[in-house]
């Protein structure tokens, strides 16, 4: 199943030409090769039920993910910590930003303006934003040793609450506490799915890794699996609708819906995105590697 918000040419003309214009890349190089990733296209696929009126504020905060985990990675562990915290209190609104900083002042100015909109539904958004923030920076990233705990891990790495709670707050879905653990086994297969894609496109890296260093802990991991968890989020998504009396309420199933075209729109997104793959899809080989250390259960 696969849909693409009608909003693409709106997101390409008014997101994508904020941030090129106020956001400070380290060079003209870095500026291109960012915007050569298609955030936009992938805000459009991965989020096709976000309402007209909400895609403004949905779609910055989507690039700011993207662009603040850049800036990390180039962090030594201290600047990396410090710069996280600093951003964190300005989502929060505890800090004032330093006008003279892009990184400061926008997010500053979405955040006000997503309270502005909903302020429940944005609480929980920028708690999900920061929630992404730490699972970026944190020690588990690396002391992760067995596949279990790793799958677990990588749902919140790879933004479960960030993401889930942005769907909602785009498709004004104000669900019950009730609703969300019902939905919790589906979010879970949802992002279990997107965290282990993004390893499958990016095996390239991670095979030459594997074969430069045998003993450093990876393992041939089949794509196989990303095909059991679809089957697991059906099976999941048949057992709430039927749990109902009668269908469920509309917000639930258009929240349904919206990680159903979330898991398709992670898969034909990353088929082409250069941010993860770097050659094409039939020089892949089949057995793909899981990014990141990761031994046997």
Excluded at 118 to 144: H, K, V, Y
Excluded at 155 to 173: I, K, V, W
Excluded at 240 to 255: A, D, F, H, T, W
């Amino acid at each position: 199943m696969h849909q693409d918000h009608q909003g693409l040419e709106a997101i390409q003309t008014l997101i994508e030409p904020y941030f090129a214009k106020n956001w400070k890349f380290a060079s003209e190089k870095e500026r291109n090769g960012f915007f050569t990733l298609g955030i936009a296209r992938a805000f459009s696929e991965f989020f096709p039920l976000v309402l007209n009126d909400r895609v403004d504020v949905t779609g910055k905060m989507h690039y700011f993910a993207f662009l603040i985990d850049d800036q990390l990675d180039k962090m030594n562990t201290v600047d990396m910590l410090s710069y996280r915290e600093r951003v964190i209190k300005i989502a929060h609104n505890k800090i004032s930003p330093d006008r003279s900083n892009c990184v400061e002042w926008m997010l500053f100015d979405t955040t006000q303006a997503l309270r502005d909109i909903d302020e429940t539904l944005s609480n929980d958004l920028i708690e999900g934003f920061c929630a992404l923030l730490r699972a970026q920076t944190a020690p588990e990233r690396a002391s992760t040793k067995h596949l279990g705990p790793y799958l677990e891990f990588r749902e919140e790495d790879a933004g479960r609450p960030f993401y889930t709670a942005l769907m909602r707050f785009g498709g004004n879905l104000h669900l019950t506490n009730t609703e969300l653990t019902q939905l919790s086994e589906l979010e879970s297969s949802a992002f279990r799915f997107m965290g282990v894609l993004n390893d499958v496109y990016s095996w390239d890296k991670e095979w030459r890794a594997y074969q430069s260093n045998l003993t450093d802990g990876s393992r041939p991991f089949s794509a196989v699996y990303c095909r059991e968890l679809e089957l697991v989020f059906e099976e999941s998504a048949h057992k709430i609708r039927q749990g109902s009396q009668g269908l469920p309420r509309p917000e639930v199933e258009k929240y349904i819906k919206s990680l159903e075209y979330f898991m398709s729109g992670v898969e034909t997104w990353s088929q082409w995105s250069p941010r993860y793959r770097q050659r094409s899809l039939d020089e892949c080989n089949p057995l793909l590697i899981l990014s990141s250390k990761v031994g046997v259960l």
